[in-house]
């Protein structure tokens, strides 16, 4: 079984990743840690932004080994792993039992996240990460909503009841 | 100026690269040293039974030495004590890899085995009577090679008689089996909770499988541990009383003590679960034997029965033992037999039976009824085909079709997850489907890249690491056979006489000792087989034998580990993420 998690940074893919790992006894895996790791980056070097090229092959060599993973598993997927649809189609294709769920959370709830994780951001800064966000949500949304198969919103919920929704869906 | 900066740069440097490798190597030495403890734990069982035929004062028997024992013991908890005292005055950080794991598993049986040996040379191997002539270096290889062949649970031996050792040798010969069968390391490091080095590196490095094992953290690896062990006991428990019946009931000539009966039982236990193959009697299991009289009877356990219990259990332990958790802990026979290993690995023993027995049934010389070759079929086969290598006939007169057909279980080995040596079926089973598919899409012009087997995928990458594995399995066997052909190509025998080395005793002596099965599937010059032993060997051939043993025990991918980079690694550790990162901050952020 492979539970796919889709989101925005700050959805609470990982946070809710675990504990649904925790639950299920799977393997939990972050995406985009592991498409680090093997790109050889550090997490400050902006590899993603400078060389996307390069990321998105290391992405899509990531998705399919992730996909013929033996066990059970959760996998915290990369924000843009819609924006190519191969990755998708290497999961449909080898892992049996496949859930992909969105944890949609609002541009707004999401900006005060992030603010809120950088204190030291001053108004400019806020206001461009406000805009940021409005902006990736508009262009993702729309693709993370087709792509998955339930969609969670996060905006009121802790993430223990979101991982009970989770687990109730996976039931049905 | 600039000179000296640069100068006292580099000599930080340096310090710190001489630091570094320091605490490697100690990080690899202590815990090699503290897995130790689990022979001494070993030795103390040992010196419970040689009390127990001490206090007994039987004739029949040698007489014991239990200061053997406890010297034996001393040396194992001693490296025990230096190991903790080295963690205590000088504790490391250095985080243990898959390298740093398998150069555990070097050390570890290297000292195992010569703190074994240690004892067997005390005992007097490889002959009691005559222990002086031989020389010391000869005698720590002997015993060398009998620990290690305990240890991988080969069963070759080097002593031209058992029965010339007390009994407490005897049980602890096996007894290695048993621990080999899980693991030395695997077994105490599953036992000991307070272990305080990353226990998954290590069981990797031991345990041998097609693709490495990666466990979240130190409970799973402790867990995978337990489970194995659980299923190891119940089964052991179920193998040894069912062997007390049989042994009770349908013996032919009665057992004259009750505790005869009991030390065959556990002995023949531990060769049969472990897979390993030391027998207590010169006779093995049933081989026939010549009395004085000249009568010739059925030796060993003299008893079908118990044949038949060997031959079942053998074939279990040759099984992967999650398959029996899942049956024994969790209800699932579904797990079991739907998993492909598991028929391919029955359908492997039951086809080659029926040949053999097919072969044996039109063999004008053969012994005994329809029933008692079927028997003789069936238990060569799962002896073989498990690693086990007891013997309940002498195979290798055999007609040459039989012995092709149990030439086939030489190459097979027992399932992964099992206590078993050589290839596993499971590498068969993906080197069918590999074939299958490379073929296929030759055919059909396909591009197909991967396949599945028992719910895990391989591709290019993962098939084509196993077929490098099996390949360089046999590159091995070849250069070994040709070593041991260029090392020995006199025999010594022991008694004095000596013979000249044929190239089927070379090559089935490697395969043999490669797959960890123990006697080689014929005789040859140096009666290497089901009858005899490697006595006869140099002791550089031995010494070849025994490297042979360990790798064929540890896999090829464990001794590649040993050069792994960090590179390499990272690779394999690649779900272990331990970095948290959103690759949408940088867009969020900028």
Not at chain 2, 121 to 147: K, M, N
Not at chain 2, 400 to 420: K, P, R
Request: proline share 3%; glycine share 8%.
């Amino acid at each position: 079984m492979k539970i796919l998690l889709f989101g925005l940074i700050g959805s609470g893919k990982t946070t809710v990743g675990q504990a649904l790992a925790k639950e299920l006894n799977a393997d939990f895996i972050e995406m985009d840690a592991v498409t680090l790791e093997r790109s050889g980056f550090d997490s400050t070097e902006e590899v993603y932004a400078v060389r996307r090229s390069l990321w998105q092959e290391l992405e899509l060599d990531v998705s399919r080994d992730i996909s013929t993973h033996a066990n059970a598993t959760v996998v915290a997927c990369s924000g843009d792993i819609v924006e190519n649809e191969l990755n998708l189609e290497y999961f449909r294709e080898n892992s049996a039992a496949l859930h992909i769920v969105y944890l949609k959370a609002s541009p707004e709830v999401l900006a005060k996240r992030i603010i809120g994780s950088h204190p030291q951001a001053t108004q400019s800064d806020q206001e461009r990460i406000t805009n940021n966000i409005q902006q990736l949500f508009n262009d993702r949304n729309e693709l993370y909503t087709s792509h998955s198969m339930t969609v969670i919103d996060t905006d009121n919920l802790l993430p223990a009841d979101v991982v009970k929704q989770v687990l109730a869906e996976i039931q049905k | 100026m600039n000179m000296s900066q640069e100068e006292s740069r580099q000599t930080k440097k340096e310090g710190n690269f001489l630091k570094r490798a320091f605490d490697e190597v100690v990080s690899v030495l202590v815990p090699a040293l503290e897995v130790q403890v689990i022979l001494g734990l070993s030795f103390v069982l040992t010196l419970l039974v040689s009390w127990f035929y001490i206090g007994m004062n039987d004739p029949r028997f040698p007489v014991e030495q239990p200061m053997n024992i406890v010297w034996a013991a001393l040396v194992s908890f001693g490296a025990f004590a230096i190991g903790q005292i080295i963690r205590k005055v000088y504790p490391v950080q250095t985080k243990l890899d898959l390298k740093h794991g398998a150069f555990v598993i070097l050390l570890v049986w290297f000292f195992a085995c010569s703190i074994s040996s240690f004892y067997f040379i005390l005992s007097g191997f490889p002959v009691p009577a005559q222990a002086e002539t031989f020389g010391l270096w000869r005698q720590y290889v002997d015993g060398f090679y009998e620990a290690m062949s305990g240890f991988t649970t080969t069963g070759t031996s080097i002593l031209p008689s058992v029965e010339a050792f007390p009994r407490s040798v005897i049980f602890y010969r096996s007894w290695t089996h048993w621990v080999g069968g899980m693991g030395i390391a695997y077994m105490i490091i599953t036992l000991w909770r307070g272990f305080q080095t990353r226990r998954g590196e290590i069981i990797n490095s031991e345990a041998e499988t097609p693709v490495f094992m990666l466990y979240k953290d130190e409970e799973e690896a402790i867990n995978s541990g337990a489970e194995f062990l659980k299923v190891y006991v119940v089964l052991s428990v179920i193998c040894t009383v069912l062997l007390l019946i049989t042994g009770a009931y349908f013996r032919v000539t009665p057992y004259t003590q009750w505790y005869d009966n009991v030390f065959d039982a556990l002995t023949m236990m531990f060769g049969a679960l472990g897979t390993g193959g030391f027998g207590v009697y010169d006779t093995s299991v049933g081989l026939m034997q010549t009395l004085p009289d000249g009568t010739r009877v059925i030796g060993g356990l003299q008893n079908p029965m118990s044949e038949w219990v060997l031959a079942f259990f053998m074939a279990f332990a040759g099984m992967n033992l999650a398959l029996w958790y899942m049956l024994m802990f969790k209800k699932k026979a579904s797990a079991m037999f739907n998993n492909t290993e598991f028929r391919a690995f029955w359908a492997f023993i039951i086809l080659s039976t029926l040949g053999i027995w097919a072969v044996l049934m039109t063999w004008p010389d053969r012994i005994g009824t329809a029933l008692d070759n079927l028997r003789y079929a069936f238990f060569s086969v799962t002896t073989i085909v498990s690693t086990t290598g007891y013997a309940n006939t002498d195979f290798s007169v055999w007609p040459i079709g039989a012995i092709a057909i149990l030439f086939l279980s030489y190459l097979m080995g027992g399932s992964v997850g099992s206590t078993g040596g050589g290839l596993k079926t499971l590498r068969f089973v993906v080197l069918y489907k590999y074939c299958k598919m490379q073929i296929l899409n030759v055919i059909h012009g396909r591009n197909d890249d991967s396949f599945v087997v028992d719910g895990m995928r391989y591709d290019n990458k993962t098939a084509g690491l196993i077929l490098v594995n099996m390949i360089i399995y046999f590159l091995i066997f070849f250069a070994g056979a040709v070593l041991i052909a260029l090392t020995s190509a006199t025999i010594y025998f022991v008694n004095g006489g000596s013979a000249t080395m044929d190239l089927e005793t070379a090559f089935t002596a490697a395969i043999a000792n490669l797959g960890n099965i123990g006697p080689a599937v014929i005789n040859g010059a140096s009666n290497s087989g089901a009858t005899g032993n490697y006595s006869a060997f140099s002791v550089t051939a031995k010494v070849i034998m025994a490297i042979m043993m360990f790798i064929g025990r540890v896999g090829v991918l464990t001794i590649v580990m040993l050069f792994i980079s960090r590179v390499g690694q990272r690779n394999f550790q690649h779900n272990r993420s331990t970095v948290e990162f959103d690759s949408d901050a940088p867009m969020i952020l900028k």
